[in-house]
């Protein structure tokens, strides 16, 4: 890279991406508790560390202008007004606005009201045992993204449950490449695919066909997420791949098909067949994310293999 270069010129991977990501997550924290004068320096930051023609760029300086017109209209002294019709109570309501706990409370009441609506709808489904033990191989497989997210450094929520539609935890990207994306978004069939080996050894070591089924519909699911398309998992990672590494990907899941005779991994070759066709390729190849992406494929196709079943969720 030469001297004083801030993207790279073949992949425009942004150099400083980790510490634009902190300085995001600073910035967002301050616009929460109203320090918009703060917000704005505090985003200013990050403009020396990004090419200035850059798209991130320009939408700092656009972020920095709205922030500014903000800070200037605000009211003088909002707090001194509030705080004297509380009286006695102004310190606790004051010590609670320049705080996160009530901030993380509402974020915690989020995810734990989503959980419990998630778990209410699939235990009437399916009963308490594998309803239950369902919900909480899906909090696994998010887990694995949020965790993954987190040990990077980068900013993201707890996940967020919708009933009969699945999961998902919002996390902020600013400069964050395509590797990165790809690799966050394979965490998740890892982790469900960690969750189904449990499942598996339990149903070994029990022959209860509680476990059988909760380990199936698990690795059911995760290689169905694994599908590179839309917004699913397989999607993400896939925008890593080269086409030479995106033709490697459809042997791997034509020779899987071929090993297992599961059906699945033809619809995930469809989805592969499709991408070798998109105009979305990477500037540069990712054989890492190739190989992991293949690995969890062929580790959850171990899972349906070993385990008889008839179907989704059933021995």
């Known amino acids: 890279m030469p001297l004083g270069a801030l993207a790279c010129e073949k992949c425009q991977a942004l150099l400083y991406s980790e510490e ?25 930051k990050a403009l020396p560390l990004l090419p200035p023609t850059s798209t991130q760029a320009e939408w700092i300086r656009g972020k920095v202008y709205k922030l ?24 606790v309501a ?19 009201l989503s959980l419990g609506a998630f778990m209410a709808l699939y235990w009437s489904l399916y009963g308490a045992a594998f309803g239950v033990g369902f919900v909480l191989l899906i909090f696994v497989h998010e887990m694995g993204h949020y965790i993954d997210i987190r040990r990077r450094g980068l900013p993201a929520d707890m996940p967020v449950f919708l009933p009969g539609l699945g999961a998902y935890v919002r996390w902020q990207a600013l ?70 590494e995106r033709f490697v990907l459809l042997a791997s899941c034509l020779a899987l098909w071929a090993i297992t005779g599961n059906g699945l991994f033809f619809l995930v070759a469809g989805g592969v067949t499709y991408r070798l066709f998109t105009r979305d390729l990477p ?23 070993l385990i ?8």
Request: hydrophobic content about 50%.
């Open 175 to 244: 400069g964050v490449t395509r590797t990165t994306r790809a690799a966050v978004s394979l965490a998740g069939p890892l982790a469900g695919f960690l969750g189904a080996a449990v499942c598996a050894v339990m149903w070994y070591k029990t022959g209860s066909g509680v476990w059988a089924a909760l380990a199936s519909a698990t690795a059911w699911l995760n290689i169905l997420n694994l599908i590179p398309i839309w917004v699913l998992d397989g999607g993400q990672a896939a925008n890593a791949l080269s086409k030479t």
């Open 283 to 305: 500037p540069m190849p990712s054989p890492k994310i190739a190989v992991y992406y293949v690995f969890v494929l062929a580790a959850l196709g171990s899972v349906l293999y």
């Open 68 to 91: 500014e017109l903000a800070a200037k209209h605000a009211p003088a002294h909002p707090k001194n007004e509030w705080a004297k019709k509380l009286g006695p109570l102004a310190p």
């Open 20 to 44: 634009l990501a902190r300085i995001s997550t600073r910035a967002n924290s301050l616009e929460e508790q109203d320090n918009l004068t703060q917000a704005r320096e505090e985003w200013l």
């Open 94 to 112: 004051i010590l609670l606005a320049k705080s996160k706990v009530l901030l993380t409370a509402l974020f915690k009441l989020k995810f734990l």
């Open 308 to 315: 008889p079943t008839q179907g989704f969720g059933q021995q």
